[in-house]
């Protein structure tokens, strides 16, 4: 059995623009998923990308760790990390596959059901002053039990840095992995990624899924050099216009949250999933949305 960073590994699980994951277990007997920094050679490392590593390392990785500690329910667990010899991550090995996995499969209450469950658990990140700034389908992992838990907390950044740095050869699928990036992107934080972003930017994202899971489509569509723009200066279509079953009541949240100006987002997570619960209950009890 191969050996890691004194980790055995079990099998390859998947990849992305800025890992290579892998199942492995470690001394203790614990399952893992082992994130190593996807990079052709630890050598080459540019001092920029090593200065955003420091400073991954110093702010939400030590943040992550610490609500790991407070074992803060559903947020998958980050079990060690290391920049050495390349940076890697062991994450709490989650069996029951990505919201993205479940998208145009369960219906959209279901969807956006789970997506509240996700805001719910923000706001034990919110009320510690803390923000997740990378919620996404594809960091939606489950259970066995088929609870949700959000995963990879501040590694946006990460993924921005590797899309503007790597050669387009590198990666076969970069102008779709961008457009969801991009679109996944609060309009404060395009193209300027230097000041501290805050809970606002998850009330934005949480808006994006709530679009995606719902509708099965990205807000803004078209190619790279617009699709920032779109972010910054469009308004998306409204989720019942495009499937007929979504009530409007659920477009007026998501477009709440997706407002460009964050001051006119839902003050809180907990806003959000009060108003989002209330529009699935009333769905329910009119026999639709199920
Ligand atoms: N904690 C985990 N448990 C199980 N599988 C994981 C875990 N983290 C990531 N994966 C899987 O590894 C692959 C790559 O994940 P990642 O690098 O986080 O990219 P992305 O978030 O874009 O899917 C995905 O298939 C993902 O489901
Ligand atoms: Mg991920």
Redesign the pocket.
């Known amino acids: 059995m191969t050996q890691l960073l004194g980790y055995k590994i079990l099998r390859p699980?998947?990849?992305?623009?800025?890992?290579n994951?892998a199942?492995a277990v470690n001394r203790a007997g614990r399952v893992?998923?082992l994130?190593t920094l996807n990079w052709p050679s630890r050598e080459t490392l540019p001092p920029e990308l090593v200065e955003l590593i420091h400073k991954l390392e110093q702010g939400p990785l030590a943040d992550w760790a610490s609500l790991t500690e407070e074992r803060i329910g559903s947020l998958?667990g980050l079990v060690d990390y290391d920049m050495r010899p390349i940076l890697w991550l062991a994450?709490?090995?989650?069996?029951g596959?990505?919201l993205?996995d479940r998208i145009g499969w369960l219906s959209w209450s279901e969807l956006a059901r789970l997506v509240a469950d996700v805001a719910g658990t923000l706001s034990r990140l919110h009320i510690r002053g803390l923000s997740h700034l990378n919620v996404?389908p594809?960091?939606v992992?489950f259970d066995t039990e088929g609870r949700p838990y959000i995963?990879?907390m501040g590694?946006l950044e990460l993924?921005h840095w590797m899309l503007t740095h790597l050669t387009w050869e590198v990666i076969d699928s970069a102008v779709k992995i961008r457009a969801r990036i991009i679109n996944y992107t609060p309009p404060e934080y395009i193209g300027r990624y230097t000041e501290a972003p805050d809970h606002r930017a998850d009330i934005y994202q949480l808006g994006v899924m709530l679009y995606e899971a719902t509708t099965g489509r990205l807000p803004f569509e078209g190619d790279i050099l617009s699709l920032s723009r779109k972010v910054l200066e469009e308004k998306p279509r409204p989720p019942h216009e495009i499937r007929s079953d979504i009530p409007a009541g659920l477009s007026d949240i998501v477009l709440k949250a997706m407002d460009k100006d964050p001051d006119k987002r839902y003050d809180s997570t907990l806003e959000f999933e009060r108003e989002l619960r209330a529009v699935l209950r009333s769905e329910a009890r009119g026999g639709r949305g199920t």
Do not use: H
Request: aromatic share 6%.
């Open positions: 699980v998947g990849s992305s623009i800025s890992w994951v199942a893992v998923a994130k998958v994450v709490e090995f989650m069996p596959g990505s993205r996404r594809e960091n992992l995963t990879d590694l993924d």
